[in-house]
């Protein structure tokens, strides 16, 4: 884990609510893996004085040897905007890779990644990396919902990569108007996947989990629990576990990706 100043390089708005901004990071960020996260803050603020979670969106390589690394965010409250209102040449305290990130195992044949707003951001950096693992998987498929055509992002990013991605949005302003729970369940039906992968808002990661316990098909989501310090330490992110009832786990150090059996989200 490497505890670092970071000099924003790039801040750019996405959408209104939607930014991404990329960091010099050091070579030890080479090691970071999908699903992991950063706890970014500012130095020598009181308010807000916690550092904040958000997930490794992508890492970048420059042509120079330079190394970024990309955080994807909404704007909800104090930190997001504040961070949404860094310049180029400001400087975060950034704290990482923390965390376990997804496993996917060598030779999967199909995986399905299911993303809800924001949840999308670790799924850009698993598609560029897989492109890098010796077998990757034969087929790739994200489910992509929002609330509306301005919450679906890094479409792009996809496009680019040649990764195809189905569209709901709770208004019908792009894609198909429903929850995006409904087309990830009819493939499942119809194509059963290996591996089932889901991040985005706690009652999405409930229906997800259903509909792959209901059709006994592996499945990893990552939790988005409240975290103060990222480390174990405050004990703030505890979910519950289901193969031990009563025991709590704590998103921060044993996920935030758990196996779909290991955690009680209903
Ligand atoms: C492992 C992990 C990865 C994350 N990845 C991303 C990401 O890639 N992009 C992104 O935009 N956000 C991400 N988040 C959520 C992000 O950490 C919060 O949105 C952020 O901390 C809000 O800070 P704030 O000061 O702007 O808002 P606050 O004033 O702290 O909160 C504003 C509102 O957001 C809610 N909120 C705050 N933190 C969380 C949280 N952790 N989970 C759910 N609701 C929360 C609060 O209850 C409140 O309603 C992630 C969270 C976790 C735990
Ligand atoms: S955030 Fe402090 S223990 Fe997990």
């Known amino acids: 884990m490497i505890h670092t100043h970071a000099t924003v ?4 708005r996405l959408a209104p609510d939607y930014g991404r901004v990329r960091l010099c990071c050091e070579a030890g960020f080479a090691q970071a893996r999908p699903g992991q996260f950063l706890m970014l803050g500012f130095p ?20 120079d040897g330079s190394r970024w690394i990309e955080v994807l965010y909404k704007v909800v409250g104090k930190a997001t ?12 305290s950034l704290l990482g890779p923390l965390g376990r990130g997804f496993q996917v195992p060598p030779g999967v044949g199909r995986l399905y990644c299911v993303a809800g707003g924001f949840g999308v951001a670790p799924f850009v950096f698993l598609a560029e990396w897989l492109q890098r693992q ?12 929002g609330r509306g055509k301005a919450d679906l992002l890094c479409l792009a990013d996809f496009e680019r990569l040649g990764v ?22 009819e493939a499942v039906a119809q194509r059963p996947p290996d591996l089932v992968l889901a991040c985005g808002p706690k009652a999405m990661l409930a229906c997800v ?6 059709h006994r098909v592996a499945c ?35 996920g935030p990706v758990f196996d ?3 955690v009680v989200l209903e």
């Open 9 to 12: 390089v790039l801040n750019e």
């Open 134 to 145: 010796a077998s990757p998987p034969a087929e790739l498929q994200v489910f992509l919902g």
């Open 220 to 254: 990893q989501v990552s939790i988005e629990a409240m975290m103060a310090c990222g480390m174990g330490a405050c004990l703030g992110c505890a979910v519950e576990g289901r193969r031990d009832p009563g025991r709590y786990l704590h998103a921060c150090v044993d």
């Open 209 to 214: 989990l259903g509909i792959v316990r209901a």
């Open 81 to 92: 905007r504040r961070l949404s209102q860094v310049s180029a040449g400001g400087v975060l």
């Open 44 to 63: 020598g603020a009181i308010d807000p004085l916690l550092r904040r979670p958000f997930s490794i969106h992508r890492l970048v390589s420059g042509a």
């Open 164 to 185: 195809p991605v189905r569209l709901t949005t709770d208004d019908g302003s792009c894609g198909d108007q429903c929850r995006v729970t409904d087309p990830f369940a």
């Open 260 to 262: 779909a059996d290991a």
